[in-house]
């Protein structure tokens, strides 16, 4: 009798170590399988994106420079964009071309606002251009939106006098950020070809739109999280972490030419320098309709400045900086 129930009872074991092993067996195969990640567009149908570039900031100045003598300055400024991405040619083997229309663009900033004019940014308001994307969603011929963006850069500035050319506060490089990068975490996978496991990264770069004229970089670590099963199909879980990159490419878009002097707060300091960006943020990516869904960036930068004039000390400046796009339903 207690042969019996220890032959039972080692059957059960084995049984159960059996189920035990499958399912760390296919976990690990769920894990190691690889996911094909691709752009695609139906010819005419249109796809609308609402994105939203905010950010507070603070400037402490040094105690015993100018009248401020060591005072928190707090600023806030964000814009809101809504972009229809309408496919006109579609290739699913090679170039899709894709007419963009800045249907809606709203800048606000506190406190204060630009006295003489309307940010420039919102002269996007309404215009239309188009690029040309591979499946992979690299953005392959941009030459239409490059040039609206140095079309719309001369609008950032004051009418020229004997003082020279005068640039107004703008969030130009806002819209830069959330149009020229927009299937970056899908179009930097090295080779796109071989697929992407679970917790594999990939590195690429972003821009940092800042509220001083900096051209300046973000290098970002992609890694996929994990792939949810949704109604709507199913969901990559891709996060995101940011540092500050070293270098900028030559190929970026830059909104304004020539010398200039900026008005305002950001014009009364120079020689800014990055000291620390830190951040991290979350996108998720449809693999079954080849659509990026959603994403948040969220980063804090923190910069010290030189006072003009030869006054002495260093401002601090600290930036927390919120970007944020969605897929509006239809």
Excluded at 1 to 10: N, P, R, S, T
Excluded at 75 to 91: G, L, Q, R
Excluded at 211 to 224: E, I, N, S
């Amino acid at each position: 009798m207690e042969g019996l129930k220890l032959k039972k009872a080692l059957t059960i074991f084995i049984v159960l170590s059996l189920v035990v092993l499958a399912g760390c067996r296919k976990a690990v195969e769920e894990k190691e399988k690889k996911e094909l990640f691709s752009v695609d567009f139906n010819e005419n149908q249109t796809l609308r994106y609402a994105f939203t570039s905010s950010r507070e900031i603070e400037t402490s100045w040094p105690s015993g420079s100018s009248e401020k003598k060591g005072n928190v300055d707090k600023n806030f400024e964000s814009v809101e964009i809504t972009v229809a991405y309408t496919p006109v040619k579609v290739d699913l083997y090679g170039l899709t071309t894709i007419k963009a229309t800045c249907e809606k663009i709203r800048a606000s900033r506190k406190p204060g606002s630009n006295k003489t004019k309307g940010d420039a940014v919102v002269h996007f308001g309404n215009k239309s251009y188009t690029f040309t994307v591979n499946p992979a969603g690299e953005i392959v011929d941009n030459s239409e939106l490059y040039e609206l963006i140095r079309q719309t850069g001369k609008k950032a500035f004051r009418p020229e006098t004997e003082k020279g050319r005068i640039k107004e506060p703008d969030m130009l490089w806002d819209y830069i950020t959330t149009q020229w990068f927009l299937w970056d975490s899908v179009a930097s996978i090295e080779k796109p070809a071989d697929g992407v496991s679970i917790g594999q990264s990939w590195k690429s770069k972003l821009s940092i739109p800042m509220p001083m004229v900096m051209r300046q970089a973000r290098d970002v670590t992609y890694t996929l999280d994990e792939i949810l099963e949704t109604e709507k199909g199913r969901l990559a879980v891709i996060k995101c972490s940011f540092s500050h990159a070293s270098s900028v490419p030559e190929d970026w878009p830059i909104p304004y030419t020539g010398k200039f002097q900026m008005s305002g707060r950001f014009g009364f300091l120079m020689r800014y320098r990055i000291v620390e960006l830190t951040g991290d943020g979350k996108e998720l990516f449809n693999i079954d309709t080849g659509q990026i869904e959603e994403y948040e960036h969220n980063y804090n930068v923190k910069l010290k400045a030189s006072l003009r004039m030869g006054i002495s000390g260093n401002p601090e400046i600290t930036i927390k900086q919120h970007l944020i796009m969605k897929l509006l339903e239809d």
